[in-house]
């Protein structure tokens, strides 16, 4: 059984998981997919077997197969069922910088020089972030109208960008080419537990490579935290315990952090913990993962009366996330993380890296690095723009959310989709975790007729609970579909339209 072919894979790297079922759907074999190393199984000649799988790179169709065929294959023809958009497919440019992160809580992060993101040396492009495994390190992802973005890698690790498509539009995202940690942590995030497991079954132990640097490290953080998923205290712990003898600072130290705190907590330790939490996080050792993030959110709302210390690192941090398997926030630099940022506030802070993605065969994009550039290169005419227009009247729209965590994952949503579709083109303000306000003086009425959308369809057409209250220069109007005198979604337009007249 041949894996699907996937750009830049090193030969034995998981690029996803598969099965094979027989006609009365008994599964007969479930195996992880290799680069380049065909998977043995022996079927009946002749008869037809149904082959499905995952793969976070390619899109993996059901396929019927004829046992004893020695190259049976996935159909991967990326039109049949996952068309990529024309948006997600056109050419985009932007630009890249790496960034150093602190070696002690008396430092910050530092951009390193262009040269830092070099070329990798294979068939599919991509760059690779030079460092040292002692100090984390970040890509910053910007261009355009977006707002940048940081990714804390593994030093040493193929990177690439990648066009997602979301609610508010495209984003560009950074991911590692191919890699097997990254397969396995994709599979965790958007919930295929039964291919997650599959995928570990590659797993053997810490791998030879030398440890804290690229895939080995990435697999390793995967499968504990496929531990934690699966509840297994004493399989995090033994993982944790194989870690002990390595020495000094380490790119997962956030990490390891987060899943020692798991581990505490799990055997009834309540508070040992904390001081590991206070020193990664003054050391700003983030975990590299969007899961080791979830994990260190969970145990912060869990305490009755947590660090204010910690929440004020945690918060806005868990507000700016981005849904990803490494961890990606947006912010103008790695240290500042922010749920939006304001347009002047968008041009890199040293010089970077430019690059150019172009549509390629089926869902496939084809990232080109340019030479270095300087900020001014890139931003000094949007840089202009955004200098205008005084803000002499107020006119805003309070939004509040319930008190349940999944309230607050919705409000913080909203306040993404208010920002990318360019309802606001500045940085929103969190009064308090429930409720956000977007300002909306000197916003145009296109903007204005987003924002109606987005309230109409995604806030009341969802029956999100919660309240919206718009303040005018004449008075308020509130705006809850939970209570017996809201005023109709119908009437929205006309309400952000009042002051216009």
Known sequence: MLAPSVPAAGMGTVVGAAEILDRRNHVLDRFPLRADQPHSVELRVGERFLLRGWSPYVPLHRTLITGGDPTAHFATDATAETPTSDRGRRSTSGWLCLWQGPRSGVDGWVPLPPSALRDAEMDAPAVVPIGTAERPLAVQVGGGKRAPACTLVPPGLPVTVDPVEGLAGTRLALRPVADSGYTLLEALRRGESLWAGTVAQAWRGLLPAAPGVGESMLFDLAVAYLRCRQGDVDGVDEWLSSRSDSLGPRADTGDIAVLSAWVERRRGRRGSHEAAWREALDYWALPLTGEGLGLLYEDLIRQSEPSRHIEERVLP?????????????????????????????????????????????????????????????????????????????????????????????????????????????????????????????????????????????????????????????????????????????????????????
Not at 325 to 331: K, N
Not at 367 to 373: I, N
Not at 395 to 402: E, I, K, M, P, S
Not at 416 to 440: C, I, K, N, S
Request: hydrophobic letters at 35%.
């Open 317 to 501: 941090l868990m507000a700016a996330a981005h849904p990803s398997a490494l961890l990606t926030y947006t912010a103008p630099e790695p240290g500042e993380p922010r749920v939006s940022v304001r347009q002047r506030d968008r041009s890199p802070h040293g010089p970077v890296r430019g690059f150019r993605l172009a549509p390629q065969g089926g869902s496939g994009v084809h990232l080109t690095l340019d030479g270095a550039h300087t900020p001014a290169e890139l931003w000094e005419p949007e840089r202009a723009a955004a200098l205008e227009a005084p803000h002499d009247r107020e006119y805003r729209l309070d939004v509040r959310c319930g008190p349940r965590r999944m309230d607050r994952d919705l409000l913080w949503e909203f306040a993404r989709l208010v920002v990318d579709t360019g309802v606001y083109d500045g940085e929103l303000r969190f009064p308090t975790p429930d409720h956000v306000v977007v300002p909306l003086t000197d916003v145009t009425r296109l903007a204005r007729d987003r924002l109606a959308r987005i309230v109409e369809e995604w806030w009341f057409g969802a029956r999100h609970v919660g309240s919206l209250t718009l303040t005018t220069p004449t008075g308020s109007v509130r705006l809850d579909h939970d209570s017996a005198d809201a005023t109709g979604p119908l009437a929205l337009p006309e309400l952000l339209h009042v002051d216009e007249n």
